[in-house]
């Protein structure tokens, strides 16, 4: 069986080596290329994260991503590196088996994105539709924001949907890897993934 893991490049502001693993055979992958042909290899389920800010949510979302066998994109500015020892502790041994994609701006994630034609599904407290009324695609980007600050209103008008996953009234929000998992359960549920 042969490892798909894509080793984590460190950005500039990043003074540790990222995430390595000797037991696989990768692409070390640059934000700086241009990720029209990884896009358009994947035809599965993808999950985006938007400027994450703490480390063990995405080191869990990443582990869910490996678990499930699912891309996963990270959207830079994040608010940690991804040498974190809080990233690296809830991702455990799972990141050796994962496809992330980090992409240094919204604007480059958005273009390889349309390129690729994957409908973008932005989650959000904000919307309107919820999560269970809406029909799922196979190739379809599930992006999810900050856990600060959610996500901006140019990633809201670039999405073609946008879901809310419902909550108790006067409740602020769930966990960002709690709404991951849920979301991506029903997603696969109907797809049948």
Known sequence: MQSRIVLLA??????KPA????RCNALNVY??????HVFMGIADMQIALFQPDIPQNTGTILRLCACLD??????EPAGFPVSDRHFRRSGMDYLD???IMRHDSWAKFEEARRSAGSR???FSTRAARPYLDHRFAETDILLFGRESAG???EVVDAADERLVIPIAPGMRSLN???SVAMALGEALRQTQA
């Open 19 to 22: 995430i390595r693993s000797s």
């Open 151 to 153: 996500v901006t209103d």
């Open 97 to 99: 088996r994962v496809t």
């Open 31 to 36: 934000v700086s290329l241009n990720f029209r």
């Open 10 to 15: 460190p950005l500039q502001m990043e003074r």
């Open 120 to 122: 973008l599904i932005v």
């Open 70 to 75: 699912v891309t996963a994109h990270i959207i």
């Open 176 to 178: 960002v890897a709690m």
